[in-house]
């Protein structure tokens, strides 16, 4: 399985930016989806989820009610639509897959796509 994520850049405090993972090769072995971040001297965190064949989501409480996970099943892509963004926002995001094998263990990750938001 290799993940492509994409749709990273600058903005303003308030704006908005949508992210996409393109999922390819051996799909039908991914679980769930999700997003991470990470700044410099920081351990990575955890963002969203998404079940792939499902759709059940989960979010770190600081962004629900202003980020949204969402899959294409069609397209093989996973999206993070990002609004109402925040200074402490800023990170690298990731994509990751989780197999069906060890229960909460990631096996496979994109190589992340900077996100900046200005104040």
């Known amino acids: 399985v290799q993940l492509q994520a994409s749709g990273g850049g600058l903005v303003q405090a308030g704006g908005s930016l949508r992210l996409s993972c393109a999922v390819s090769?051996?799909?039908?072995?991914?679980?769930?989806m999700g997003w991470f971040r990470q700044v410099p001297g920081n351990e990575r965190e955890f963002v969203a989820a998404?079940?792939?064949?499902?759709?059940?989501?989960n979010y770190e409480d600081s962004v629900v009610g202003r980020f949204t996970i969402s899959r294409d099943n069609i397209k093989n892509t996973v999206y993070l639509q990002m609004n109402s963004l925040k200074p402490e926002d800023t990170a690298t995001y990731y994509c990751?897959?989780?197999?069906?094998?060890?229960?909460?263990?990631?096996?496979?990750w994109g190589q992340g796509t900077l996100v900046t938001v200005s104040s």
């Open positions: 990751a897959g989780q197999g069906y094998g060890v229960v909460g263990r990631y096996d496979y």
């Open positions: 998404i079940i792939w064949s499902g759709g059940r989501t």
């Open positions: 090769g051996r799909t039908f072995s991914i679980y769930k």
